[in-house]
């Protein structure tokens, strides 16, 4: 069965490291904020200017000026630290951020991402991401695996304008954990009940399937 959205931020926040200064991006990336383990201590940048960004709050500690880049409320972490976001782009720029987790539209083998535009709808602007995949020293991109069509969004080439080049490591889908390396998703993880058949026919791109694939654990 494929992941929640909830799920797959419970996923990613695996990847998390004791120290790391992480950004979220906007959808299900923002949902890993929930699930931080609790024997480690990260903390989170918004690129509107936030660095240490806790969980969402509860309806009681709501504050409506308190937001993160996706303009949804959140709340800060002791000794969290507020500021304008030319400093929070250059904290991102000056490669200050070690980890960045983004939604996307497409990924292919060769680790280029496509997330900020569809030609020919309506683009409020391209965001942050550029800055961060160029910035970031481990960027992780997290999606589902195919689009409400269901057409892979795992692709030999993305089709899309993209957003960075080469850059794109690990991906984690409502389906599976794959590393992106040799031009090619290699596949480490399955989410449970699903099965190599069924990642194998929602994959574009060339996938390398070696040896027992684990099943995911939360």
Known sequence: MALTREQIA????????????????????TLAANYVPDDIEVML????GLLGMGPYPTEEQI???MINAGKETVTAATGA???NSAESFAMIRGGHVDFTVLGAFEVD?????????????????????????????????????ADKYGN????????????????ITRIITDLAVLEVKDNAFHLKERAPDV???EIKQKTAGKLVVEGDIAEMQF
């Open 152 to 167: 892979s969004k795992l692709l030999e080439a993305c089709t899309l304008p993209l957003t960075g080049v080469n850059c």
């Open 195 to 197: 099965t190599i058949d």
């Open 81 to 83: 630290s507020i500021f």
């Open 10 to 29: 419970m996923r990613v926040a695996k990847e998390f490291k004791d120290g790391d200064y992480v950004n979220l991006g906007i959808g299900i990336p």
């Open 109 to 145: 083998v060769t680790g280029s991402i496509a997330s900020w535009m569809i030609p020919g709808k309506l683009v409020k602007g391209m965001g942050g991401a550029m800055d961060l995949v160029a910035g970031a020293k481990n960027i992780i991109v997290t999606m589902t695996h």
């Open 45 to 48: 940048q918004s690129e509107n």
């Open 63 to 65: 504050d409506a000026d």
